[in-house]
């Protein structure tokens, strides 16, 4: 557990070991279920995760949970420490919580919560769970990372028309109505099943709504049970689909950073970045003519 946290800790933070680590694990990776729960801040996301964390521990099966945080404008660390939440599986040895931050990065995911998702399947953990920050339609990036997404919702707060957004409705496999127990939640259901019967055919099973609540474990055992379903059946061939878009996307994001970096080492090191920019800003040179003028002095060995 200390070495795949100390591995965790050193993707997160960049260090020039991170790309061997990650190198190292690769291979072993791609076994794993990946569950994605995602929604609005105050649904109950955190608690739902550690319902499915004892579903899933009662039938014996090591749970990696990745729960990324915004983040601290002071540390650049996650703020809401999700493990504060889960404190039933702080200190089982079955279960790994890391809590992450967005650096800033506004899909809802980190890049390097990516990396800590293959850190864990190559540790062996299966299913992990990636719980978001809860920002909203910013989160779709959620869906390049896992197998099956749970849009999480609470009546009563005006989710009804959050989910409506494209962003959110696109990335759904499954609805969860939490918090169900208060009045609102019928009418949510319904306009749920409304919004679903008039979105356009794609080709992908029509996603289904269920109902929890979460803090007295009503509704989690079905909750369960259609995740398993759903990639064993109807999203099987999603699943695959899912897998191949998430090795491209992270393919172009680490060679985008690593083509940033090659460029800013070599061709920006000997003007320097803060003269391009006070340049700029000093409206002496736009910011399309200075991307130019650097790349016309960038050499790709």
Known sequence: MRALARAISLVEDGAPEAAAILREAFPRTGRALVVGLTGAPGAGKSTLVD?????????????????????????????L???VRM?????????FIRSMATRGHLGGLSRAASDAIDLLDAAGFDPILVETVGVGQDEIEVARAADVVAVILVPGMGDDIQAIKAGILEIADLFVINKSDRPEADRLAADLQAMLTLAPEDGRPRPGVFRTVALRDEGVPELREAISSFVTGAGAGQRERRRRDRAEARFL??????LLGRVLETAVRSEGINAIVEEIAGRRIDPYTASERVLERVVIR
Request: proline share 4%.
């Open 51 to 79: 319902r499915l964390v004892a579903r899933y521990r009662s039938e014996r099966r090591r749970v990696g949970v990745v729960a990324v945080d915004p983040s601290s404008a002071f540390s650049g660390g996650a703020i």
């Open 81 to 83: 420490g999700d493990r």
């Open 253 to 258: 994001a680490v060679l985008s950073e690593r």
């Open 87 to 95: 404190q039933e599986h702080a200190t089982d040895p079955g279960v």
